[in-house]
């Protein structure tokens, strides 16, 4: 397995709301975390910060090789559960910090399954055969208004309410997350992004990229493309390429 990543400001925003985390357990399990913060007084900052430091003390605690696989997706939901407890209690505590939280994308990765949870418009796609595949559903007003076919897709890309989100980290005492699982094989590319970078690169042109061919440079090559296209938000991108394991 091989993992990248790559975070920017942007050029719009004095402040860089977003945090990602990447983990290989011993048994070549891998898992990454990309959280966009939202809230003034750096209330965004100090969400995704808390919810990217809790997944990744429960899941390098938690993703044993005794663990099994039908046991992943209730780590990833309880995991997900306290971060937003914590995000919550804080913004209740702190009145400078209310009404704040993050989005979340993660994935964990083991053998040929991927499992995925998110809550929000990140994202997670998948690369195959030059082919670009978005695994997520935007939790968005606009995603809900494309759904019961009041927007059609080209209209959603440039409606001005495409940043009001639906479910977020910390928001409410609650969380429900949407959970999925997918086969990989070898070759393929997992992505997980903020919307910074789906805001200014489109889907196409972010398939371009992979299939460059140069792994190691396609996360930097995404967020030039973002700044490029305007940077108006905070950008990250996290690629993960699906490899044998190394003896």
């Excluded at 805001?199 to 398939?207: G, R, Y």
Aim: glycine share 12%; proline share 2%; with cysteine.
């Amino acid at each position: 397995m091989k993992i990248v990543g790559r975070t920017d400001i942007g050029r719009r925003r004095t402040e860089h709301q977003h945090n990602n985390r990447a983990g290989r357990q011993s048994d070549d399990t891998l898992w990454a975390v990309v959280c966009d913060g939202m809230g003034g007084a750096r209330g965004g900052a100090v969400a995704s910060s808390i919810a990217v430091s809790v997944l990744e003390q429960r899941f390098s605690g938690g993703l044993t090789p005794q663990l099994p696989e039908d046991g992943i997706r209730a780590l990833m939901e309880d995991a997900a559960s306290q971060a937003n407890r914590e995000v919550y209690q804080l913004a209740c505590a702190d009145p400078s910090k209310r009404g704040m939280g993050t989005t979340l994308v993660a994935l964990v990765l083991r053998g040929s399954t991927v499992h995925l949870m998110h809550a929000g418009d990140s994202r997670a796609y998948l690369y195959r055969s030059g082919a670009l595949e978005r695994l997520t559903r935007d939790h968005s007003m606009v995603q809900e208004m494309v759904e019961n076919g009041s927007l059609t897709p080209q209209q959603a890309e440039n409606h001005p309410n495409k940043n009001l989100i639906t479910r977020a980290v910390g928001v409410n005492a609650e969380l429900e997350v949407e959970y999925g699982e997918r086969q990989v094989q070898l070759g393929d590319i997992l992505l997980l992004c903020s919307d910074g970078l789906t805001n200014s690169v489109s889907e196409q042109d972010l398939c371009g990229i992979l299939a460059g061919g140069e792994f190691f440079g396609a996360a930097d090559a995404m967020v030039r493309a973002a700044l490029a296209g305007g940077g108006q938000d905070n950008i990250t991108s996290v690629l993960v390429k699906v490899e044998a394991t190394e003896e």
